[in-house]
């Protein structure tokens, strides 16, 4: 199908809107009444703030702005809350404007900067406008998911081109915005156009709603056998949306040739042990799970069959709010309550109403059920008040059960009050830093009336606008007294009454914002130092954002090998306790780091907004030699193992864009390659977007199948040389802890049994009396590789302290089962003194 060509068409607004109904009805895409109204009002130039529900089309009506701003030759920013779906609309914009006429920033990665439309999160147009403020050369602006304007940490982001871009024509867009009348008021006074408000609760599919007292098992039983399937049952952990999904797997969801279907669309879908084997069980017959902690091929899996119409259940955590585009009929939920990371609280109207719109899809359903599951001390009441009959004074003698310890309770009445609740106002969440003030004094102009501009015309009540006005002085007296801001005795060329002494990298706020920070630590370094390649990585670390279920697995774990070493000392429980306190998770160079980053601040005080997290991940799997599936089996988080793998990602992305090539040594080098391919063979998709978007190839098919399948693993030799490094190195050192069980496991399949493992090495310990794990163990003069067309032969040479190397480790790596594996597939063939291959 032929592009969508603004080009082509007359800069009126009649031809405009004609041109472009037309193409969306020869897509069969006739807008409804609202998308219609909504569409009017952009092409006259007014903003819209659009409040319809979900499944009502609104993307329809942001390409419609898209394609109206590109007629008269404008630039349109389209900016969403997360990565994934400023992705996701990234390449749906290509597809209908053509890859010239859409790029993409989202901090991780730029493509076509310059074109017409940009795909972006909300921070990099926050970021933008202050830099650039009404020079910014943006002539429209679609705010997808706007109720994150109420985002505690991130609302900032949505505020900031309200205020700064007043020559932008905007479309504000989601089913959950409330009472928006600041909204209208502000935008007319600020852009000068008119703001039209486009609402409509009637949805293009109608919602029922129920209040259910079956147990969940019974409930979903039901609904299979009425045909109200697919279901989308939602809770509000991962371990509850897993438990539930394995729960339900007894019941009979798919018929045989459904499960053939599955079967057939699976394929070679590769799953890995773990969560993975679990997940190929529930999907087969027609089960599946969905939530933030899954690795993006399995989600992925589980939209593409939920698509074809072959999964009749998903089990899920509430992340499903911020959108997977799949046919759902009945949203089911298991609570009305949730932790929100601090304590339990009942669900806000916008968030049960932003959940329960998924369900009911245009054009799959004609109508969608949302069922509130009650909880289960109200079912046991409503039991034995059922029992008692209609006797009044055994009614009175039923002892009615309460809601379990540290939870809220809520019946009915609950239900009732959300379904009819409109969405609660979004409150501002306005935020003043070093970034800011920086970014605004370095653009054109009076800085002082700019910057009095964005701190008394937010949306914040007066008492917290006093304090940003406090906030925002102090940090300029800082950027003075450090020298890093001056003032100017008269107005520059540009009209700057102050400026900035020190060169900001082009991209000062948009990307990771420690990176320069990251790039001065690692000169500290000393490139002859046994350790420099993982103390780079540990600088690169201390930058990212931590990932706490791995954090706190680690600290877990650390505690309880210090509390046996503590009680193995004889120390009482009260000296143990408070001793604990101070134990943490691992923190490679943390003094180092802290000290460098109070000097760095000192001329780049802006660092300041960012808190440096020291942290041992990427560095930690590393030095253990694990493969992914063993790192994450280790510290028990299957249930977040998509976290991880999006952590190692972010690592990998890091020590790529931050490490200059002078500063990369061989084992550094070697690092940076490992962790790539570990990445890549784990779910290819988290880096094959990433090099499209830093290498964009024509002929590259921008959608891939949910399992990428990635180069065969073999194919990068100095990639897989540290993988079989590693995978003969994770044997030392279990050896080494003559951990013989763990060893058993890893090669009782290929018959070296725990008992294999400690008879072959009780002669080693007979003459030394242990094996050496450091820097020399590890090192290549200790491994001998002699590769072949399809088996490599390895010998891992054990580190004695004696000096003798008289005892090794040999091994055949299989290539082509490491190909299909995506690891290194090793077999040992002896351990003992080396002999000849």
Request: proline content about 6%; aromatic content about 8%.
């Amino acid at each position: 199908m032929s592009v969508l060509d603004p080009s082509l068409v007359a800069p009126e607004p009649d031809a405009i809107y004609e041109a472009f109904t037309g193409w969306a009805s020869a897509r069969g895409l006739e807008p409804y009444p609202a998308q219609a109204d909504a569409l009017l009002e952009l092409v006259t130039g007014s903003n819209v703030i659009l409040a319809t529900p979900t499944g009502s089309g609104k993307s329809l009506v942001a390409t419609g702005l898209e394609f109206a701003t590109g007629v008269h030759g404008g630039r349109t920013f389209y900016t969403a809350p997360i990565k994934a779906l400023v992705s996701e609309k990234f390449f749906a914009a290509t597809e209908i404007f053509g890859a010239e006429r859409v790029g993409m920033m989202t901090g991780d990665a730029a493509v076509n900067a310059d074109a017409p439309i940009i795909c972006c999160t909300a921070e990099v147009l926050a970021n933008l406008a202050l830099r650039q403020g009404a020079a910014a050369r943006i002539a429209s602006v679609v705010m997808d998911e706007f109720h994150f304007y109420a985002d505690p940490d991130r609302g900032w982001a949505w505020q900031v081109p309200l205020l700064e871009l007043r020559d932008a024509q905007f479309l504000l867009m989601s089913a959950t915005l409330g009472d928006v009348t600041r909204f209208q008021r502000d935008l007319d006074r600020r852009t000068g156009r008119d703001t039209a408000v486009i609402t409509s609760a009637t949805r293009p599919v109608p919602l029922h709603y129920e209040w259910v007292t079956t147990p969940v098992h019974e409930t979903v039983e039901e609904r299979l056998a009425t045909h109200q399937a697919p279901m989308y049952i939602v809770h509000f952990s991962r371990a509850a949306a897993i438990e539930q999904a394995q729960a339900l797997n007894s019941l009979r969801v798919c018929t045989r040739e459904e499960k053939d279907q599955i079967a057939d669309l699976i394929g070679g879908f590769r799953f890995a042990a773990g969560f993975g084997k679990v997940l190929s069980r529930l999907v087969r017959n027609g089960i599946g799970v969905h939530h933030a902690g899954m690795l993006p091929k399995y989600r992925r899996l589980v939209e593409l069959l939920a698509q074809a119409g072959l999964l009749k259940i998903i089990c899920g955590t509430d992340t499903l709010g911020v959108g997977i585009n799949v046919p759902i009929r009945t949203v089911l939920f298991t609570s009305l309550s949730k932790f929100d990371g601090v304590k339990p609280r009942l669900l806000t109207a916008r968030e049960f109403h932003q959940i329960a719109g998924r369900a009911g899809r245009a054009g799959f359903d004609s109508s969608g059920t949302v069922l509130v599951q009650a909880p289960d001390h109200v079912v046991a009441n409503l039991k034995a008040l059922a029992k008692a009959g209609d006797d009044p004074k055994k009614r009175r003698k039923v002892v009615r059960k309460k809601p379990p310890e540290g939870t809220i309770g809520y019946g009915e009445p609950t239900y009732e009050r959300l379904v009819s609740a409109e969405p609660e106002p979004l409150e501002s969440s306005f935020a003043v830093t070093h970034s800011m003030i920086i970014n605004v004094v370095s653009r054109p102009g009076n800085c002082w009336t700019a910057m009095e501009r964005l701190l008394t015309d937010n949306d914040e009540p007066a008492l917290r606008r006093r304090r940003h006005v406090h906030a925002a002085l102090t940090i300029y007296r800082g950027l003075l007294s450090t020298g890093v801001v001056e003032r100017l005795p008269v107005p520059d060329a540009d009209g700057r009454l102050a400026r900035l002494t020190v060169d900001l990298q082009p991209d000062f706020a948009l990307n990771q914002p420690l990176s320069p920070f990251a790039l001065a630590a690692v000169d500290l370094l000393d490139p002859e130092s046994e350790n420099y390649h993982l103390d780079a990585l540990s600088v690169i670390e201390s930058t990212l954002e931590n990932p706490g279920p791995v954090l706190s697995a680690q600290r877990s774990m650390v505690r309880g090998e210090a509390v046996a070493a503590m009680k193995a000392d004889g120390l009482e429980y009260d000296e143990r306790m408070e001793l604990l306190e101070d134990i943490t998770y691992p923190q490679p160079l943390k003094e180092l780091l802290d000290v460098g980053y109070r000097a760095y601040a000192r001329s780049h005080p802006w660092v300041l907004d960012h808190e440096l997290k020291p942290k041992s991940v990427a560095r930690d799997l590393a030095e253990r030699s694990m493969t992914f599936t063993e790192y994450v089996a280790f510290y028990r988080l299957a249930r977040a193992e998509g976290l991880v793998l999006r952590y190692l990602a972010d690592a990998y992305k890091a020590l790529r864009q931050t490490v200059p090539e002078a500063a990369r040594t061989e084992a550094l080098e070697d690092l940076i390659a490992w962790l790539g391919e570990l990445v890549r063979q784990t779910d290819s998709s988290l880096l094959d977007e990433w090099e499209t978007l830093r290498n964009p190839s024509p002929e590259e098919e921008l959608v891939a199948e949910a399992d990428r399948r990635p180069p065969a693993v073999t194919t990068n030799k100095r990639a897989f040389t540290v993988l079989v490094r590693n995978a003969l190195f994770r044997r030392v050192e279990l050896a080494a802890r003559r951990r013989w069980f763990e060893l058993g496991e890893l090669d009782g399949d290929a018959g070296w049994t725990a008992d294999d493992w400690s008879g072959a090495l009780a002669g080693y310990f007979a003459e030394h009396e242990a094996i050496q794990t450091g820097a020399n163990a590890r090192g290549p003069a200790l491994l001998i590789i002699e590769p072949g067309s399809e088996v490599w032969r390895v010998r891992q040479i054990l580190d004695d302290p004696d000096g003798d190397h008289d005892w090794s480790i040999t091994a055949e790596v299989d290539l082509a089962a490491s190909d299909e594996a995506g690891e290194a597939v090793v077999r040992i063939t002896a351990v003992g003194p080396p002999a000849p291959w």
